[in-house]
């Protein structure tokens, strides 16, 4: 029947003609790409410059079909159900620069999870992931994989495949001989579309793939119901990283991206330091909030100890790069590249460096190798690029086995991930992933997450990953936070101090009526799991800040949001007369299962200072992007203000930067 | 004299910073994009999204250009590319889209007559498994040869030929349907 094929002939060379205006805009586009690329323009921006007006899209109108229309999809062949496995491509990030739309993280695994969908359509002989993976024109692994399908000539494909990369490590082949394996039904859970089954369709993305880990600003709790807050420490910055690379691109970035938490331990804070060895001190200070007269800040500031650099045990790297086709852009793996360079000065001669890149296949670039070689680390750095597809997993299974052989006792190993988001597990869905990592923390190995480039980044992922992994998630943008990350806190992000580190605050009725924790949505823990020393919780670098604010209101104060209860009137202790709360933190030293509980009261008059003030201006800009309710009138300009009022040394220019973001934002949020 | 010159010269050019062969290989071939997009995405608002993301990452994605296939062939393997990205992060991040399913909506507001000729084109598209679905854009719709789509998708001559088989049996079978 050759006539359906010359019917479908003829249907697809009905191509509609492409509209002049898109043309017009793509040509433009490409020439600006063109002469940034050639450095005849200025220094490579952000590829958040683009922000034309996206058409309708097709997504979304997908959605609109089969959420209306679901058994149409049904209907479908099962296997075109199965799309883009380990997929795996060279092509530069596509979507970058649309207007920033976000997934709401509680969603996400929910497909994750969906069952895997058997492809039991009438005629589907073909294993349709491994054949995806035989359309990775680019890949090297592409063509071997590829035997999957009845091929008459599998010679012939090989040799038409493109060279492999350039380095190609023992380790290497053996992923590649491991990617070829069919895969195992499992794998097909993160590629099995549940089609009109998925019941959030409505509340898809409407243009680019970035997905934000966060949840609903914390409430209001009144404290005769509900005394004890119970949240982990959070030591990551990705979020102010994320907020300020959509300020400087002139987008308010959308309130799910921010986490004020992250906005706030940002900034480095002249905290009083620990004592008599202690891993680190806590801080707090009560001042009058800036955003409502009737309530009152407490902020908990944790300095941890700074042992002397010189007594820092040495340290294993381990940088797992990915290498995909996505990373093909300035502010991609060439700003990865000078980051890393940036940082093995900072290294110490018998501090040991591996490579291993993830694209088509994992490969270590470059086996453990003392710092003092420099020479050999930077000429491995300098010769990676891009291409290719992403495997992440393979990657990070290969990076912790690397990691396993650099280990010795007294040693700190750690992984650096560093990608553009798009850490296609292929193999494996997130969760599984998230075990594995979770797993693996339990060998001692911490792996933190470097983001880089947006329009991409998966930022639930990141957030995930690091987490498990007990390590930080940060986000580079520019080659200067790369200096912050890497280089002017290399100790603190690179040397635990205290693991686990859980706080929990009782508050005192008879003097706190209501409270609200700012920030740490992410981080909340459940009362109990606060004495439960399995329950894994952040970890605090050397020499770095954690800073956690409340705002309290006081039983009587006209701020109140509540109102009390006729029958419920709090009884003080004797003891706790005039207290606030009680503040009480736990941690373990690096590697110990056993925690350690200290306790402080909080009497109300701690007094506060600059630093404690610049935290909170930091929370309201926090607050104001989120659009809290809780601000009343306090806007951009006490915001700016107060920040201005508390810049302190700021020997670095973060504080003036943050200044100059809130101004952005006043004027964009203004528009 | 550019508008005469062979794409892979101009490839050639460009790569090396020749302003002028860059924007003639774009203008030339643009609607070439265009097309394939739509065939692959089936959607004319994703093709020109798609054809826009890849002229602007055509500047880079030519430093790989080394002039040892057609032109033609290295762009579509691009565009191929570029379209499984969008599938594969439709699926993962958006669940369930298939571009073809877009037909339906657009089907409401089109006239009866095209909707009909592309109401069997989207029946017929989403039929297919992906694979096909590329295999036949660019056999039928770019009227490529099998070694050619071979090429580009990264299989072999033999794999396209079987492919194609697939194609007329899920025709066939849809054929019957209808008939029924």
């Excluded at chain 1, 294993?316 to 980051?339: A, C, H, Y």
């Excluded at chain 1, 606030?580 to 402080?600: F, H, I, Q």
């Excluded at chain 2, 009227?143 to 492919?163: N, P, Y």
């Amino acid at each position: 029947m050759s006539d359906d094929l010359d019917d479908l002939r003829s249907a697809l060379q009905a191509a509609p003609a492409p509209d002049g205006q898109a043309k017009a805009r793509a040509m433009a586009l490409a020439m600006e790409n063109f002469d940034r690329l050639q450095g005849t323009a200025q220094a490579p921006r952000s590829s958040e410059d683009r922000h034309q007006a996206a058409p309708p899209n097709g997504v979304r109108r997908m959605f609109h079909y089969l959420t209306s229309r679901p058994a149409l999809a049904l209907t479908t062949s099962a296997a075109a159900l199965l799309i883009g496995v380990a997929v795996i491509l060279p092509v530069a990030d596509l979507r970058i620069g649309k207007p920033t739309a976000v997934v709401a993280p509680k969603e996400a695994p929910v497909a994750r999870k969906a069952g895997p969908v058997a492809p039991q359509d009438e005629a589907v002989p073909e294993p349709t992931a491994t054949d995806d993976l035989a359309l990775t024109a680019e890949g090297d692994a592409s063509a071997s994989v590829a035997l999957a399908e009845p091929v008459p000539e599998p010679m012939a494909e090989l040799d038409a495949a493109p060279p492999a990369a350039p380095v190609v490590g023992m380790a290497e082949t053996e992923m590649r001989l491991r990617s070829e394996a069919p895969m195992p039904d499992g794998a097909m859970g993160y590629v099995a579309a549940p089609s009109g089954l998925a019941p959030e369709a409505g509340s898809a993305p409407a243009e680019n793939t970035e997905a934000f880990a966060n949840a609903a600003p914390n409430p209001v709790k009144v404290t005769a119901e509900e005394p004890v807050s119970t949240f982990s420490i959070d030591v990551d910055t990705a979020s102010y990283a994320v907020v300020r690379s959509s300020l400087t691109s002139g987008i308010l970035p959308a309130p799910e991206q921010v986490r004020v938490e992250e906005m706030v331990n940002y900034f480095p804070y002249a905290y009083p330091a620990p004592e008599n060895g202690a891993a680190f001190a806590s801080t707090v200070a009560v001042m009058p909030t800036p955003w409502n007269p009737g309530t009152r800040l407490v902020t908990i500031g944790i300095q941890g100890a700074l042992p002397a650099v010189a007594d820092r045990p040495p340290l294993n790297l381990v940088f797992l790069i990915d290498t995909s086709g996505s990373m093909d852009e300035p502010n991609r793996l060439p700003l990865l590249k000078q980051s890393l360079m940036l940082m093995l000065p900072e290294l110490r001669p018998e501090d040991q460096v591996a490579i291993v890149t993830y694209a088509g296949s994992a490969g270590l670039v470059l086996p453990p190798t003392q710092a003092a070689d420099r020479a050999a680390i930077v000429s491995a750095l300098d010769i990676l690029s891009a291409g290719g597809a992403t495997a992440g997993a393979e990657g990070l299974e290969l990076a912790y086995q690397v990691a396993e052989g650099m280990k010795a006792e007294g040693e700190v190993t750690r992984i650096l991930l560093a990608t553009d988001g798009d850490f296609n597990v292929g193999v494996s869905d997130p969760e599984g992933l998230e075990a594995y990592v979770a797993k693996k923390r339990a060998t001692g190995t911490y792996l933190s997450v470097l983001g880089f480039g947006r329009g991409n980044l998966d930022d639930a992922v990141m957030q995930a990953l690091a987490q498990n992994g007990n390590g930080q998630a940060a986000y580079i943008d520019t080659l200067s936070e790369a200096r912050k990350v890497l280089v002017d806190q290399l100790t603190g992000a690179l040397f635990p101090i205290a693991d686990d580190v859980k706080i929990q605050v009782e508050w005192n009725p008879a003097t706190v009526a209501e409270y609200r924790l700012i920030g740490y949505e992410t981080r909340a823990l459940r009362r109990e799991d606060f004495n439960n020393d399995r329950v894994d919780a952040g970890e605090i670098g050397a020499g770095t800040q954690v800073t956690a604010i409340y705002e309290v209101t006081a039983p009587g104060s006209e701020a109140l949001l509540n109102d009390p209860l006729r029958y419920g009137a709090a009884p003080a202790t004797e003891a706790a007369e005039g207290e606030l709360g009680y503040l009480r933190l736990r941690w373990k030293a690096p590697g110990a299962t056993a925690s350690t509980l200290v306790e402080t009261p909080i009497t109300g008059r701690e007094p506060a200072t600059t630093e404690t003030r610049f935290a909170a201006a930091i929370a309201g800009f926090g607050q104001l992007l989120r659009g809290s309710v809780y601000l009343g009138d306090w806007g951009w300009d006490q915001a700016i203000d107060l920040a201005l009022a508390n810049r302190g040394e700021d020997p670095f220019g973060y504080r003036i930067e943050a200044v100059n973001l809130m101004r952005l934002a006043k004027g964009l949020s203004a528009n | 004299m550019l508008m005469d010159t062979p794409d892979e010269m101009l490839a050639t050019h460009a790569a090396q910073g020749d302003r002028a062969a860059f924007a003639t290989l774009v203008g030339r071939h643009y609607d070439r994009i265009h097309g394939l997009a739509w065939r692959l995405t089936g959607s004319q608002a994703e093709a020109e999204d798609l054809a826009q993301d890849i002229c602007a990452a055509l500047p880079s994605k030519l430093r790989n250009w080394r002039g040892e296939a057609k032109f033609t062939t290295w762009l579509y393997r691009v565009v191929v590319n570029a379209a499984h990205d969008l599938r594969r992060r439709q699926a993962t991040r958006a669940k369930a889209a298939q571009g073809w399913g877009d037909w339906e909506i657009a089907r409401q507001d089109e006239i009866a007559a095209q909707a009909e000729a592309a109401d069997w084109l989207a029946q017929a598209m989403t039929r297919l498994s992906p694979e096909l679905r590329d295999t036949v854009a660019l056999v039928l719709g770019q009227e490529m040869t099998q070694a050619e789509a071979g090429v580009v998708l990264g299989v072999s001559e033999g794999t396209i030929a079987w492919r194609m088989s697939e194609v007329k049996k899920r025709l066939r079978a849809m054929a019957r349907e209808g008939a029924e």
